[in-house]
């Protein structure tokens, strides 16, 4: 049951992921073994040479920060005698899910053979494609033939994955033009994406936009994602809460919110990834790991703690007579259903309002 008092259990949590579990490595394809009752959902990142594709992912699941993407090289996997350099990683979010992740290297040679000897290897059971333009490229025209022979190939092996264009490196174009060569960059894609459907983002490595594209993404990929809105919507109305986010552990990537009051910074969600993962790797820098934040002032409490295994919970309270421990308990006890919620193959039952 959830409460409105009484005192916060004490005792020792189990230490956040470190950053070695989230970090990508390189590898041949056959030497990945992932268990059977794994859900994998095969996620392609392309793009060509220097579009800033492993950078992305290293400040996304290896815990990297902006500054330190300059000493990442080129995406070339030197272990594999395969014809095709592509770096793998398997991710685990949610209980079963395991985002199976191609990165795979710009280079002309390598993205030509993608569309011919390794054709069906690379397109074939894709989830979800990611195609990465570097804004300022200066073959344009050769990007966008890369990209239509990516939907060619895609539309062949597998019809129904969803397609995401990231337009990088936003930073560079000046500020009072991004908007205008964000829509039309925007429309030519969707143009030559037909009959697919494709969504847009625009992103940087040093900014919060990052996390936007990234959390939709990873939105479109969990199984039970209605379910879990669901449950954090009566979660929220039980303990009259102003707003509850829920994000990935390991990623801090947002998953799943749900507010009660209209919020004026529609880009908070980032900001908050942004921010707390790296006050998690100032932590991690100093052997300490992140468990749990509470901040709070005349206007409102917001509440950041551990909540599943896979995720961290953030509690926005504007109500002075709720007191901190009540908020802390209904969090602890929420726990275990919300850890059901996780499975795929788990119960079908709702947090119901009493």
């Not at 992921?17 to 059977?36: F, H, Q």
């Not at 859900?39 to 579009?51: A, D, Q, R, T």
């Not at 290896?62 to 090289?73: E, H, K, M």
């Not at 060569?181 to 847009?200: M, T, V, Y």
Request: with cysteine.
């Amino acid at each position: 049951p959830l409460v409105t008092g009484g005192p916060r259990r004490g005792g020792s949590r189990e230490a956040s992921p470190s950053p070695a579990e989230a970090l990508t490595r390189r590898s041949c394809p056959r030497r990945w073994v992932m268990p059977s009752t794994a859900m994998k959902k095969k996620v392609l990142l392309m793009g060509k040479s220097g579009s800033g594709k492993t950078s992305m992912r290293s400040i996304i699941f290896a815990n990297y920060i902006a500054r330190d993407t300059r000493r990442l090289g080129a995406t070339i996997n030197s272990c594999c005698l395969f014809a095709v350099d592509v770096e793998h990683s398997h991710v685990r979010f949610l209980g079963n899910l395991v985002l199976n992740l191609w990165d795979c290297g710009g280079q002309d040679t390598f993205m030509e053979n993608y569309f011919t000897s390794q054709r069906d290897n690379i397109f074939r059971n894709v989830e979800v494609l990611i195609y990465v333009f570097d804004v300022e490229s200066r073959e344009l025209e050769k990007d966008m033939h890369y990209y239509q022979s990516c939907l060619e190939a895609i539309l062949q092996n597998s019809p129904d994955a969803k397609i995401f264009c990231l337009v990088h490196k936003m930073d560079l174009v000046q500020e009072d033009q991004r908007d205008l060569i964000f829509k039309e960059r925007e429309e030519d894609l969707r143009r030559l994406s037909r009959p697919l459907e494709c969504a847009c983002f625009r992103t940087s490595i040093w900014d919060e936009t990052l996390y936007k594209a990234w959390s939709s993404i990873v939105y479109q990929l969990i199984p039970n994602v209605q379910q879990l809105e669901m449950n954090l919507r009566n979660f929220a109305q039980i303990i009259e809460a102003d707003e509850v986010l829920l994000f990935e552990r390991a990623t801090f990537l947002v998953i799943s919110h749900y507010q009660c009051k209209e919020q004026r910074d529609i880009h908070r969600f980032e900001k908050i990834s942004n921010i707390i993962k790296q006050f998690k790797l100032s932590c991690s820098k100093l052997a300490a790991s992140f468990q749990s934040m509470e901040v709070r002032n005349s206007n409102f409490a917001a509440f950041i703690d551990i909540f599943t295994s896979n995720t961290y919970v953030m509690v926005v309270m504007s109500d002075p007579s709720i007191p901190s421990a009540a908020t802390l308990i209904n969090i602890r006890n929420a726990r275990k259903h919300f850890e059901k919620l996780e499975r795929v193959d788990g119960p079908k039952h709702s947090l119901l309002m009493r």
